[in-house]
């Protein structure tokens, strides 16, 4: 079974703050996406990627940033948090046109 | 744009019952997915489909691209089936991303 780990599970941030959420893959995948849930909703695609040292935005990019320094890692960065980004933040990969695999999901509450 | 219609948005199921959700494209899709988010937030996967029908124990996954819609069954519905279902699509021509559907939320009782 494929393999995605994200970290923190949870943060509480400050407003204004820096943020970085990470994620890890051993599925040799290329692709590698961050989504946000909010409560109630679907999934919204901020940022992906299909190869090393290469980002794309997604639907939502505003206010976040990505990196992607490997094939393994793969960041997502709020550089100034706001009130706004509080959501749980999936982290998923894939072999692009094949199964995604999603991370156990970040908690991320901007007081 | 391209959008993935899902229905119903919520359901509820005894045990024991079954039902069929259903995704609706507005254009030709490549593929679709379905996913289950369990009652811990998790998203599983459950199905990856380019064409025909999938089956994995009490879950049964269609796929028609002509017709253009997906359709997931569950029979026997067990109280862990409890969660939100998603369906997600790929669009022909660009696998880089997914298209998703709002989700259906399904309740099992006892």
């Known amino acids: 079974e494929a393999a995605v780990t994200q970290s923190p599970r949870s943060k509480v941030a400050v407003t204004g703050g820096k943020v970085t959420l990470s994620c890890h893959q051993t599925?040799?995948?290329?692709?590698m996406y961050w989504y946000r849930q909010d409560t109630g909703h679907g999934l919204r695609l901020i940022h992906y990627?299909?190869?090393?040292?290469?980002?794309e935005k997604g639907d939502i990019p505003d206010g976040y940033k990505a990196s992607r320094p490997s094939q393994e890692n793969f960041s997502l960065i709020l550089e100034l948090a706001s009130l706004s980004q509080t959501a749980v933040y999936f982290c998923a990969s894939s072999a692009g046109g094949e199964r995604l695999f999603f991370g156990h999901g970040t908690k991320l509450s901007v007081l | 744009g391209d959008q993935v219609e899902q229905s119903p948005s919520a359901l509820s199921l005894h045990e024991g019952t079954g039902s069929a959700l259903r995704c609706n494209f507005t254009t030709t899709m490549r593929a679709v997915q379905w996913f289950q988010q369990n009652s811990r937030g998790s998203l599983i996967n459950l199905f990856y489909?380019?064409?025909?029908?999938k089956e994995n124990g009490r879950l049964k996954s269609t796929f028609n691209s002509k017709e253009s819609y997906s359709t997931l069954h569950i029979r026997d519905a067990q109280l862990e089936d409890s969660g939100t279902y998603f369906c997600?699509?790929?669009?022909?021509?660009?696998?880089?991303?997914?298209?998703w559907g709002l989700g259906t939320s399904l309740v099992v009782n006892p």
């Open positions: 489909l380019a064409s025909g029908t």
């Open positions: 997600a699509a790929e669009n022909v021509g660009d696998n880089s991303k997914l298209i």
């Open positions: 990627s299909y190869v090393a040292d290469s980002t």
């Open positions: 599925n040799n995948h290329d692709y």
